[in-house]
């Protein structure tokens, strides 16, 4: 690792540290129980609010995964890997990508079960993309940057514009394993998920209704669409490496 | 006539470290211009520079001037990708986009925003023709080229370059991958294009530059050691670095 990619790593993870701290002091004074998914006078079913929820989540996921697909061919495409914005910007990607899903979902029933922020909206928003962004990005640029440079080379010497060369040829060279990169994305998605509902379900129920036919009615699918998700990914992926 | 390149103190980095040192030459229109040298010595580089590819190289920088046509290359009334497409390329191996061969070549016309299919047509079966694919693959336009030779992949490559219409048409080491068979149809190609366009040709191949060139410089260690008519350089060369390389005994 050279010197100044050592430097913007050690101050990457210096602030994440920094972040998480602020983070822990300022939520764990204040938890005030979310009045609506409190356990004693529940008006609506906390299970079924928060599927509400987690189902109006599915369109900012689409959001999120469309934007950081053009935020990595913009890394990729006009930063130079001597640019100092990306060279900035790559070590968050690279860190908060490879935090396992689990974290994610418990700090999502954390912030639903305490009302952290004044919506769980906001919170439930703030999460995904947090857990959307680092991988996408990550797998798309991987999968840019194993696009042969000899096509793009020959698309150039024949007169193609940047625009033309990564429509034509990078694009849908890369396409397969972007798309490879999305499933796993939403596979993590879905396990956060499922580890959220599954949380809450145990929170919020009677032990004596607690049963497998329970658990599985309310997260099963979900865990399905995970399996079935991560063998996409892994199935599509054309370029390992 | 007036030289279609005109290079001035050229001096190229990829870094910090300085590969080509104080290059100056002229290249003339319809000629055939070799750059021989052993590998690593820079002839790639010189010829990305006249095209302008070697700005995808981040690392790149470069001092001196070169022109094109008597103006500025690297100015910035130029679009990067007009230089590529009028000095088009060919590079060592046969590099064709996963299309049918028609649409290889029909390529170069359509991103020129040329959509008449008479047009395209006519451009794709004069410039197989000029490359003589033409009957190699007149019955299979529409599959794809995998089926081709490698020497007949290159010459679909030569066929796309020209369809971009360049001025200049730049090969690096084009025969790298051919086989001895493949090689002389590919030197009649080289001939019968030039009265089209000016060629630069870059080759680790003594006796083909000797063969097909007109002009012919000799590159050592990012320099330009001597450069001159491809007789002179072969025959009577004035630096002893060069005359030890065109005899074998360097490189
Ligand atoms: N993108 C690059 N970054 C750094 N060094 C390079 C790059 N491209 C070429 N070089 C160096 O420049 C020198 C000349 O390379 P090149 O022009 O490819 O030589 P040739 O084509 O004669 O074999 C070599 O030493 C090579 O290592
Ligand atoms: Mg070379």
Redesign the interface.
Do not use: W
């Given at each position: 690792m050279d010197k100044s990619k050592l430097l913007y790593n050690s101050i990457a993870v210096l602030i994440l540290l920094i972040v998480l701290s602020i983070y822990l002091i300022l939520t764990f004074k204040t938890p005030v129980a979310d009045s609506s998914l409190s356990f004693g006078s529940m008006k609506v079913e906390p299970i079924t609010l928060l599927k509400v929820r987690l189902f109006w989540m599915i369109p900012i996921l689409f959001i999120t995964v469309i934007l950081s697909i053009v935020f990595a061919f913009i890394i990729e495409e006009w930063l130079?890997?001597?640019?100092i914005i990306r060279q900035i910007i790559e070590p968050y990607i690279v860190i908060l990508s490879g935090i396992p899903s689990m974290i994610y979902g418990l700090l999502a029933v954390y912030h639903v079960v305490f009302n952290l922020i004044s919506s769980s909206y906001t919170s439930l928003t703030l999460i995904l993309i947090l857990l959307v962004i680092p991988t996408t990005t990550l797998s798309t640029q991987t999968a840019i940057r194993n696009v042969d440079t000899?096509?793009?080379?020959?698309?150039?010497?024949?007169?193609?514009?940047?625009w033309?060369v990564i429509f034509?040829?990078v694009l849908?060279?890369s396409a397969l394993d972007i798309l490879s990169g999305v499933c796993y994305t939403i596979s993590r998605v879905l396990t956060v998920t499922a580890v959220c509902i599954l949380v809450l379900n145990l929170l919020t129920s009677d032990f004596s209704t607690l049963t497998v036919i329970n658990i599985v009615n309310n997260v099963g699918i979900i865990l399905l669409l995970v399996l079935i998700f991560s063998i996409i990914a892994s199935l599509i992926k054309k370029n390992t490496g | 006539m007036a030289p279609i390149i005109e290079v001035q103190n050229l001096n190229v980095w990829f870094g910090k470290s300085r590969i080509l040192k104080n290059l100056s030459f002229d290249i003339e229109p319809k000629q055939v211009t070799a750059f021989i040298g052993p590998s690593n010595c820079g002839k790639t580089t010189v010829i990305r520079s006249l095209?302008r590819?070697n700005d995808?190289q981040?690392?790149y920088r470069h001092t001196g001037e070169i022109l094109f046509n008597g103006k500025e290359l690297y100015s910035n009334k130029n679009?990067?990708?007009?230089i590529?497409?009028?000095i088009?390329?060919?590079?060592e191996?046969p590099?064709?986009?996963?299309k049918s061969i028609y649409e290889n070549v029909a390529?170069?016309v359509r991103?020129?925003g040329r959509r008449q299919m008479s047009l395209i047509n006519n451009i794709v079966d004069e410039c197989l023709m000029k490359v003589q694919l033409w009957n190699d693959v007149k019955d299979k336009l529409h599959t794809d080229p995998n089926f081709l030779s490698i020497g007949q992949q290159q010459q679909l490559?030569i066929a796309?370059?020209l369809?971009?219409d360049p001025e200049i048409l730049i090969f690096d080491e084009p025969c790298a991958q051919l086989d001895a068979t493949e090689t002389p149809k590919f030197e009649s190609i080289l001939q019968s294009l030039k009265q089209q366009v000016t060629i630069i040709f870059v080759t680790n191949k003594r006796r083909q530059a000797a063969r097909v060139s007109d002009v012919a410089g000799f590159l050592y260690n990012g320099e330009l050691v001597e450069i001159g008519k491809t007789e002179q350089i072969f025959t009577t060369p004035t630096d002893t670095r060069t005359e030890n390389y065109v005899t074998g005994r360097l490189g």
């Open positions: 130079s890997p001597t640019n000899s096509i793009r080379n020959a698309a150039y010497a024949v007169g193609g514009t940047k033309q034509d040829h849908p060279l | 095209n590819l995808l981040a690392d679009r990067a990708s007009e590529a497409r009028k088009s390329m060919v590079f191996k590099i064709l986009f996963k390529y170069s991103i020129r490559c796309r370059a369809a971009a």
